[in-house]
């Protein structure tokens, strides 16, 4: 079955500009995770979704990103005035459950990333 | 979550075992041990869990300490195809479902 999409694959951005960036989560999937992930590192979080509400956007490094799921299916995640230090791979990761429980089995579906290089 | 220690880089040959390590001293009893792998250009994508028993996949088993304090994530005989950074990663499974905390795992080459 289709897996999570996301676009466009790549961006350039002249600094100072806006991006928005898509992610089209497994249907019916429940949660949806945005990460960020720098050259050499592994990913960090930058927010989650339950549905549509957003309930956890500790992650994300400064009010210039913002990040939506209106219907609670597809996300987009934008960036205003774009900075050189926002070059990097930005994840969105789908997950069938709402709680990790005792069986902690909601395994995390990522999709290919959008590589965003700002100039 | 708690913090897990990984090599930076193993290497194998091909067909042979791998035993990729991991170590997580301040484990909690509620953590479960996840492995996901990266192959390069890739998102993520998730290996294996375990709580407490060795557990065994298609993919993969993960051998867990009787202390949980150590996990190893074993891949039987190593294709080309499974070099990829591995993460060892601590999930809470009494909380809602928290997002992923990655470490810089372990790169693994494969050699034909």
């Known amino acids: 079955g289709a897996g999570v999409s996301q676009s466009p694959r790549y961006k350039v951005a002249k600094r100072g500009q806006d991006v928005a960036l898509r992610c089209d989560p497994i249907s019916g999937h429940v949660s949806l995770f945005w990460y960020q992930q720098a050259l050499g590192q592994g990913p960090e979080f930058l927010t989650y979704f339950q549905n549509e509400a957003q309930l956890d956007k500790s992650g994300l490094p400064s009010d210039r990103f913002f990040a939506e799921r209106p219907e609670g299916s597809v996300s987009t995640l934008k960036i205003q005035r774009t900075q050189q230090e926002d070059s990097a791979v930005y994840l969105c990761a789908s997950s069938l459950a709402l709680y990790s429980g005792s069986s902690s089995y909601n395994e995390q579906f990522f999709g290919p990333g959008t590589r965003l290089t700002v100039l | 979550d708690a913090k897990t220690t990984q090599p930076n880089s193993m290497e194998s040959n091909e067909e042979e075992p791998v035993h990729l390590p991991c170590n997580h001293s301040t484990i909690s009893g509620t953590d479960y041990i996840h492995w996901y792998r990266q192959l390069p250009s890739q998102g993520p994508e998730y290996v294996i869990h375990?709580?407490?028993s060795n557990v065994n996949n298609r993919m993969a088993s993960l051998a867990i300490a009787e202390d949980r304090k150590s996990s190893t994530l074993i891949l039987h005989r190593a294709t080309l195809r499974d070099a990829a950074v591995y993460y060892c990663i601590l999930r809470d499974g009494g909380s809602g479902n928290t997002p992923l905390v990655f470490g810089k795992g372990t790169r693994l080459s494969v050699i034909a």
């Open positions: 375990g709580l407490t």
